[in-house]
Antibody, heavy 119, light 108 residues
Framework: QVQLQESGPGLVKPSETLSLTCSVSGYSISSGYYWGWIRQSPGKGLEWIGSMYHGGNTYFNPSLKSRVTISLDTSKNQFSLKLSSVTAADTAVYFC????????????WGQGTLVTVSS | EIVLTQSPGTLSLSPGERATLSCRASQSVSSSSLAWYQHKAGQAPRLLIYGASSRATGIPDRFSGSGSGTDFTLTISRLEPEDFAVYYCQQYASSPWTFGQGTKVEIK
């Protein structure tokens, strides 16, 4: 069974960079699939941030693309998110997830982690 | 950007009853590129339906999806106690991929 688990700081200061890691078990991320991040905030609901394939192909939400970096660490079977220049609007629950085989839907998700942007 | 509007916001039903959830798109969702998810607080969201009507692996047949174009429906034929949760639709026909705001199915 594929399982994903997010980890990282729960509090980030405004203008700093938010960094999260997703640890994957039950599947090797180097074997395929896109791996990515989604967030949920009270103001904007669920929002797809971006996804990356182990071969390097990426998809980013155009509204966030300039601030987002996603990378894969196949040696640790983990992938990460960096979101720069954060503001209070970036306060949200962040989920990591795997893209499904036959389209841009998500077949496995993590439980999510709350990140608050505040000084 | 395709905006998805789910209705109702909250559905109050009893176990054993039928639940009908609606997802309406602001423009046509081509190739029926629509998915449904179930989410319980503190848990990972679960994929129920993709391609508008295909059940994901391990999903009971009491869950069914239908629709095309701009109108889609998730039906739960007989609610089980574990089905009370929030349900989201998501379109993947046109980037950026977007989600509806959710329908909460609560115990009456």
């Amino acid at each position: 069974q594929v399982q994903l688990q997010e980890s990282g700081p729960g509090l980030v200061k405004p203008s700093e960079t938010l960094s999260l890691t997703c640890s994957v078990s039950g599947y090797s991320i180097s074997s395929g699939y896109y791996w990515g991040w989604i967030r949920q905030s009270p103001g904007k609901g669920l929002e797809w941030i971006g996804s990356m394939y182990h071969g390097g192909n990426t998809y980013f939400n155009p509204s966030l693309k300039s601030r987002v970096t996603i990378s894969l660490d196949t040696s640790k079977n983990q992938f990460s998110l960096k979101l720069s220049s954060v503001t209070a609007a970036d306060t949200a629950v962040y989920f990591c997830a795997r893209k499904g085989t036959s389209g841009w839907f998500l077949d496995y998700w993590g439980q999510g982690t709350l990140v608050t942007v505040s000084s | 950007e395709i905006v998805l509007t789910q209705s109702p916001g909250t559905l109050s039903l009893s176990p054993g009853e039928r639940a009908t959830l609606s997802c309406r798109a602001s423009q046509s969702v081509s190739s029926s590129s629509l998915a449904w998810y179930q989410h319980k607080a503190g848990q990972a969201p679960r994929l129920l339906i993709y391609g508008a009507s295909s059940r994901a692996t391990g999903i009971p047949d009491r869950f069914s999806g239908s629709g095309s174009g701009t109108d889609f429906t998730l039906t739960i034929s007989r609610l089980e106690p574990e089905d009370f949760a929030v349900y989201y639709c998501q379109q993947y026909a046109s980037s950026p991929w977007t989600f509806g705001q959710g329908t909460k199915v609560e115990i009456k």
